[in-house]
């Protein structure tokens, strides 16, 4: 299980996976400096530590390195969901109080989570909800999802 990223890895990290391509630490610097004032070799260092992690894979491109994530954001908070539950000495229980906490949209994006993993031979003929996200942008995947860190054997480290 990864650890939860840190405050600065998490502002870094999400411009990696809104973006989608190789980013170069010039690019994430110039984006983060609009919101704070952040020096590049912090920039390069969170991003070094990102790659050491396993979060980050990169290439050398001149000088310089090009980024990209490893895994998705969607896998990154299952599996930090996944470990909160498995932690819990009754999981049901633990589900029982998650699902209390949901709002109506959220129960409705679980239930549509659950018809997509179900699959269509269990799946009963009905309208899918006004919720319901088209399929490409639902990232179903078959397996678990990855997790960098555990890949590389480090344990998120």
């Not at 919101?35 to 491109?61: C, F, P």
């Not at 078959?142 to 054997?153: C, D, L, Q, Y």
């Amino acid at each position: 299980m990864p650890r939860p990223l840190g405050e600065l890895e998490d502002a870094v990290m999400s411009r990696v996976w809104k973006w989608n391509r190789p980013v170069t630490v010039r690019e994430v610097l110039e984006d983060l400096q609009k919101e704070r004032s952040i020096a590049y070799t912090t920039v390069m260092t969170v991003l070094d530590n990102l790659h050491q992690k396993g979060w980050v894979r990169r290439e050398a491109e001149g000088r310089a390195y090009r980024y990209e994530a490893v895994s998705t954001r969607a896998a990154y908070a299952a599996a930090l969901m996944n470990d909160a539950w498995s932690q819990s000495d009754n999981p049901a229980a633990a589900l029982v109080a998650f699902f209390g906490m949901m709002s109506e949209e959220q129960r409705r994006y679980l239930s549509d989570a659950v018809r997509i993993v179900q699959g269509p031979e269990t799946r009963e003929p009905t309208e899918p909800s006004e919720s319901a996200e088209p399929a490409e942008r639902a990232e179903p995947r078959e397996g678990p999802p990855e997790n960098p860190a555990s890949a590389r054997g480090h344990g998120g480290r």
